[in-house]
């Protein structure tokens, strides 16, 4: 599943998201462990395994939104932000 969340580490922290979506209690358990560890350490996380949960379209749909709202003004993006940082 995914490798071990360090904060000081310089690679980035990997979640089985395809075990999300399993019969097995064991890996989804497993994947929402790594999940919570990589969110609470980096604030980030690399979702492995998306194939088995989202076609080729929607992933590129995903990309195409993800850059739009990256290339919203700063006024828009600030009506959306957290008092801390981050976007809602």
Do not use: Q
């Not at 580490?9 to 560890?37: E, F, I, K, N, Q």
């Not at 980096?42 to 998306?50: K, L, S």
């Not at 992933?59 to 809602?88: E, N, Q």
């Amino acid at each position: 599943l995914a490798s071990t969340v360090d904060a000081s580490s310089s690679t980035w922290p990997t979640v089985d998201c395809g075990s999300l979506l399993r019969d097995d209690l064991a890996p989804r358990t497993a994947a929402l462990d790594d999940l919570r560890d990589a969110i609470v350490t980096r604030g980030f996380f690399y979702c492995a395994g998306v194939g088995e949960l989202f076609n080729e379209s929607y992933i590129a749909s995903m990309y195409d939104f993800s850059r739009r709202a990256h290339a919203l003004p700063p006024a828009v993006k600030r009506r959306h932000s957290r008092p801390h940082g981050g976007y809602t």
